[in-house]
């Protein structure tokens, strides 16, 4: 086995890299940009290497910086992690050179099925599915509209060179496909370095699935079962679980053996993922293959029992694979949840900022947490939004699926906002439930935005009981106070209700019913296990000598407790009063302005495209909130932003 590998990448990738080579006895080396200097990968390596400036390209993608750091520090092996130069064959070329081993396919595989545009062809010659399109590259937009007229709409415009659903647009109609094209290609760019566009068919309520293999360098290959991928949002999975919930025996081996067909065809050899779109009748169509590993590979991981990084480590070793395909077994089901430091009521927006807390659900036998933050870390513009990965295990699907429901509850995360309430509406959704999605899911059912989902009546009441017993606790310390009868509202709901301290917990009466409340609160954390009867919950809860905020289920609440007397008075204070912000649009994040779709004095309707801004390598659309005139401008296409920057005044349209 090699004896010194250097991690050619950052984040919760490069950790989970560490921690299996650690494993392995191998010496790892971190590489890091000037941003991550302090970051976990980092710390968890056995030593590290400044690689350059903050953005990628300086850092991650410096190819002769990381190669110098490669050979100063006699590494035997580079894994390359996924994104930046995991899929580079120049990168591999390179280090074969250096004579030092790639942790991933051979150069020339990379080159044949990274170019989306050969991939497609090669695996049409040799008779694997493929999904009726134009063959070549889309050079102009009028080349776009006329090979889309021949397909038929609706189609997909994706980059040749691109993959984690950048580069990539859907056109129902010409004005989309123009428009498509030209965002395609312009995210292509400066993502990839390659604008070169292709088109084919896009198949309506299509579903994403993908078939993990792993090879060798002699001729064995074998395929690990499917990932479900279909939950997306922006062409991003944000939600994978495996099995497919609509895959059967049938299906799986077929699309199995054309996956080990194309590796075989190719040569290919180490982890790699040849994704399918397949639709309603089970018809399945090649995506792409992607020639590294893939973010999702913990939920194979689960239910094989393998770990995919020793595999990988082992066959670039010239080790043989000791497993056959008869004998991979299923057990059980698995599902991961990305942690993303966006705001999805705001269309996704990525969230800047320094994580305050940072607290994760305790690691068990069905619960994995795969992360590359710590509490100070820095959400910054340079890189992807994902914090973390969250990995449930059950038996049974609907057993993974409460575990990971409860799970979400158990992270206390502040200085950013996350996707968690939203991916707990997802989890909880009846349809999700049902397995009976597409990739249109969240488009279908959050067409008018994505909303946080207001409390139940039942939550409202358990979150009450909670309040009831935390101010029990409290007036126990202060005063000896041991019992107690108060008023909690929360929202506009009121509960009236009596506690009484007991040895082990409080008792909490309400509405002629007595409940057993015990809480477990760690001092200076926000993170709350309560159980009401036995049954356990959890709430993250900060009090501020008035107020309790609560988020619990992914929502966000804000509670008081007071005495009868007090509370009858207190209807009488006037309501606060919040400043109306909505005459100028502000950046929300730091970024790079590349396209302004407004001039002064133009009326805009509510939804209409405002400007756009890059950041954390995607495009992010600002858009009107309501009708309205433009009444100056104060950014020019090609501006540099900083997050707050004033961007657009308006003033009423008048009635």
């Known amino acids: 086995m090699f004896n010194k590998l250097l991690i050619a990448n950052r984040g919760e990738i490069a950790c989970r890299i560490i921690r299996t080579a650690q494993k392995l006895g191998i010496y790892t080396v971190a590489i890091h940009s000037d941003a991550d200097e302090d970051s976990l990968h980092v710390a968890l390596a056995d ?31 580079v894994h390359p992690g996924y994104g930046f130069l995991s899929e580079n064959s120049s990168f591999v070329r390179a280090l074969d050179h250096l004579g030092i081993k790639f942790v991933g396919p051979s150069a020339s595989a990379i080159e044949l099925m990274g ?56 056109a129902r109609n010409d004005q989309e496909c123009i428009d498509g094209f030209n965002r395609a290609r312009s995210e292509a760019l400066s993502s990839f370095g390659d604008d070169r566009i292709l088109i084919e068919k896009y198949i309506d309520e299509p579903r994403h699935i993908e078939i993990q ?77 992607n020639t590294r590993l893939q973010v999702e590979h913990p939920i194979t991981e689960m239910v094989t029992g393998l770990d995919i990084v020793e595999l990988m480590l082992k066959v670039a070793n010239g080790e043989r694979l000791m497993l056959r395909q008869d ?20 269309n996704f927006l990525p969230s800047i900022g320094r994580l305050k807390t940072y607290i994760e659900p305790e690691p068990t036998s069905s619960v994995r947490v795969d992360s590359g933050v710590s509490v100070g870390a820095d959400i910054d513009v340079y890189y992807d939004p994902m914090i973390a990965k969250l990995i449930t295990h059950g038996r049974r699907r609907t057993t993974a699926i409460a575990t990971m429901v409860t799970a979400l509850q158990q992270f206390d995360i502040d200085g950013v906002t996350t996707n968690i ?54 007036n126990q310390q202060i005063s000896g106070v041991l019992a107690g009868t108060a008023i909690v509202q929360i929202d506009e709901s009121y509960f009236e209700g009596k506690y009484i301290a007991r040895p082990t917990g409080c008792l909490v009466q309400l509405s002629g019913t007595s409940f057993v409340v015990n809480v477990n609160r760690q001092p200076g954390r926000s993170r709350v296990q309560f159980s009401i009867n036995n049954q356990t919950y959890y709430a993250n809860v900060v009090w501020d000598g008035f107020r309790y905020t609560i988020k ?59 400007l756009v801004i890059e950041a954390m390598k995607m495009e992010n659309s600002l858009k009107a909130e309501r009708a309205a005139i433009v009444k100056a401008i104060h950014v020019a296409t090609g501006q540099s932003l900083d997050a707050g920057d004033l961007l657009i005044e308006f003033e009423e349209v008048s009635k």
């Open 47 to 77: 030593s590290s290497v400044l690689v350059g400036g903050d953005s990628p390209s300086e850092s991650y993608l410096n190819i002769d910086r990381i190669l110098d750091a490669a050979t100063i520090t006699n590494v035997d092996a």
């Open 115 to 170: 170019d989306k545009i050969a991939a497609k062809q090669f695996a049409r010659d040799i008779a694997v599915s493929t999904i009726p399109g134009y063959d070549g590259e889309i050079a102009t937009a009028e080349n776009a509209i006329q090979e889309a007229q021949e397909i038929g709409y609706p189609v997909m415009l994706k980059a040749s060179a691109g993959g984690g659903g950048k580069g990539l647009r859907i």
């Open 213 to 289: 293999l792993i090879a060798d360098m002699y001729g064995n290959r074998i395929y690990l079962g499917e990932r479900e991928c279909s939950i997306q949002r922006r062409h991003q999975k944000i939600i994978e679980e495996a099995p497919s919930p609509f895959v059967d025996e049938s299906l799986r081996r077929a699309m199995g053996e054309q996956a080990l067909l194309l590796a075989r065809e190719a040569n290919y050899y180490s982890a790699g993922t040849v994704e399918f779109v397949v639709d309603n009748h089970g018809h399945f169509y090649f995506l792409e293959m």
């Open 327 to 346: 004998e991979v077994k299923i057990d059980g089901w698995a599902i991961e949840a990305r942690i993303y430091a966006e705001d999805p009521s705001s």
């Open 421 to 474: 309430p939203f991916l707990h509406q997802i989890l909880t959704h009846q349809r999700f439930a049902r397995g009976g999605y597409s990739t249109n899911f969240i488009q279908q059912e959050y067409s008018s935005g994505v909303f946080v989902a207001p409390l139940t009546a039942e939550d409202k009441m358990r979150l009450a009981i909670l309040i009831f017993s935390l101010d029990c606790y409290r």
């Open 552 to 610: 619990y289920g992914g929502v966000l609440a804000v509670a008081i407790i007071l005495r009868p007397k007090v509370h009858s008075l207190y209807h009488l204070m006037p309501a606060k009063v919040e400043p109306d912000g909505s005459g100028s649009l502000l950046s929300p994040m730091p970024g790079l302005v590349i396209l302004l779709g407004v001039e002064i004095g133009q009326i805009v309707e509510a939804g209409e495209e405002l």
